[in-house]
């Protein structure tokens, strides 16, 4: 297990059987404290989806922080599921995906929903600056074969109707570790 996947784990499980939040090991490479970025954390129950929840910009102060946060969100907090059970834990695998900074797109051709994770956000054409919902999917998912798919997901997860809204689309690039 790579080190990205064991520190989810290792969070998650000393969360759920402690209430305790981990501190990082010294002893992870160096990149996890020099670097800072989103990062999403998927967790699976035999395969299927059992929480799912992330930030696409860092929140905390090095990708360690924001593993062991996300991880524990995702295991707490995500609105589909109930809380983790202690039972549960040998039955879970986890996926740590590292997000590059999302960037603007200008047109749908610089997307490809195998290689990039888009946010569809909402806007004012009056206040532009200020986003009413917005919805993130990652890229590579089962069942999302096409970027026409991938919005139309992104978009019901954020509850935009696009035919009634104006929407900007932002892509980024996932580093995937499981």
């Known amino acids: 297990m790579n080190h990205y996947v064991l520190l989810a784990k290792e969070a998650v499980e000393a969360y759920i059987r402690e209430g305790k939040i981990i501190s990082s090991s010294p002893d992870l490479p160096k990149e996890f404290f020099e670097t800072k970025s989103g990062v999403f954390i998927t967790i699976e129950k035999q395969g299927k989806l059992r929480g799912c929840i992330g930030t696409y910009l ?5 990708i360690a922080k924001e593993i062991v946060s996300n991880a524990i969100s995702a295991a707490t907090e995500d609105y589909r599921f109930n809380l983790v059970e202690e039972e549960e834990l ?3 695998s986890y996926t740590v995906s590292i997000l590059s900074k999302p960037e603007q797109i200008k047109n749908l051709e610089e997307l490809d929903s195998k290689k990039y994770g888009i946010i569809v956000k909402t806007f ?3 206040e532009p600056q200020k986003t009413k919902k917005a919805g ?3 890229p590579d998912l089962k069942g999302v074969d096409s970027v026409k798919k991938q919005i139309s997901v992104a978009c019901q997860k954020a509850g ?5 809204e104006k929407v900007l689309i932002y892509r980024f690039t996932v580093k995937k570790f499981q």
């Open 58 to 62: 860092p929140t905390q102060e090095n």
């Open 160 to 164: 935009i109707n696009p035919s009634k």
């Open 124 to 126: 004012s054409v009056t």
């Open 136 to 138: 993130l999917l990652l």
């Open 90 to 92: 040998p039955y879970l």
